[in-house]
């Protein structure tokens, strides 16, 4: 079997990812590269999409890689008000140099408000053309908390991915 970069067998590999932004006035919402019409937006150095966050450090951490803070210093000023969309392309580049691709994911968006059914096809449509895979390997959740914890008290939105990264077929 073939050796990877990382010393192992080419093997599938699973990754996880979690995010948090606070909600603020006079901010954009941008999930998943979605702009969605709100009174509040996230708070971040980028354009904030935590869903996004969370997707490329379930991308990056599935390859051994570190995570996003690595990649994309938030001090960094090239990152200042950045689509994360294009972090994400970004990604998907420096997962295909190490010899893996996206095969799946699956992201849960935890939210009070808004309601974000009514986005969730745009949302994985932006997604999957970024990445250049076909919709049907992502998939996009949004739960509530019941009112509980800051995404309850709506100071903030978080969000988790996991995915499934397999090795570039030569
Ligand atoms: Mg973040």
Redesign the pocket.
């Known amino acids: 079997m073939a050796e990877s970069y990382l010393g192992v067998a080419r093997l599938p590999r699973i990754g996880h990812g979690y995010?948090?932004?606070r909600l603020v006035e006079n901010r954009k919402l941008v999930l998943c590269g979605v702009e969605i019409p709100w009174e509040k937006g996230l708070l971040?150095h980028?354009d904030?999409?935590?869903a996004l966050?969370a997707l490329m450090d379930a991308m990056l951490g599935a390859a051994g890689l570190g995570d996003?803070g690595l990649h994309f210093p938030d001090k960094d000023p090239r990152y200042k008000g950045i689509s994360s969309l294009l972090l994400l392309k970004e990604t998907v580049r420096i997962l295909r140099t190490a010899g893996y691709e996206l095969y799946n994911a699956d992201l849960t968006i935890a939210a009070q408000q808004p309601k974000l059914r009514p986005y969730i096809a745009s949302m994985i449509d932006t997604m999957a053309e970024a990445i250049g895979i076909d919709a049907k390997q992502l998939s996009v959740k949004a739960t509530t908390t019941e009112g509980l914890g800051f995404e309850g008290r709506m100071e903030g939105i978080s969000a988790q991915a996991v995915c499934l990264i397999q090795p570039v077929s030569i």
């Open positions: 995010d948090v932004h971040g980028s904030a999409d935590v966050h996003i």
